[in-house]
């Protein structure tokens, strides 16, 4: 019902920005919620941001706030992740996931039933 592609993921420096990008295809229900995932090598998946389709209400987890910003495109059907000042800790693959309705956007995974493959994203120090 609903695909996710992820793109944008690369490698850069310590200070560095990226923009990570989702475009999907498929159903989307106006209370449900869209987000990006992390895992890095040797870790579990981490939520990094959330969004709220119906209100664009936002959830970062603390590592990222200040520095990273989601959005989405309604027209292109696309999810951004934003990365600024990037650090070496944020390297890891980084997936887009979508639930089905929902009553609010939880950074924890069990929340969400698409994925993505997922986009590599490095940062050297």
């Known amino acids: 019902q609903v695909q996710l592609v992820e793109s944008g993921g690369d490698s850069v420096q310590a200070g560095g920005s990226l923009r990570l990008s989702c475009l999907r295809s498929?159903?989307?229900?106006?209370?449900?919620?869209w987000g990006w995932f992390r895992q890095a090598p040797g870790k579990e998946r981490e939520g990094v941001a959330t969004?709220?389709?119906?209100?664009?209400?936002?959830y970062y987890a603390d590592s990222v706030k200040g520095r990273f910003t989601i959005s989405r495109d309604n027209g292109r059907n696309t999810l951004y992740l934003l990365m600024n000042s990037l650090k070496p800790e944020d390297t890891a693959m980084y997936y887009c996931?979508?639930?089905?309705?929902?009553?609010?956007?939880?950074?924890?995974?069990?929340?969400?039933?698409?994925w993505g493959r997922g986009t590599r994203v490095t940062v050297s120090s």
């Open positions: 996931a979508a639930s089905r309705p929902s009553d609010s956007c939880p950074l924890g995974e069990r929340g969400y039933d698409y």
């Open positions: 498929g159903v989307i229900w106006g209370g449900s919620c």
């Open positions: 969004i709220y389709i119906s209100d664009d209400t936002t």
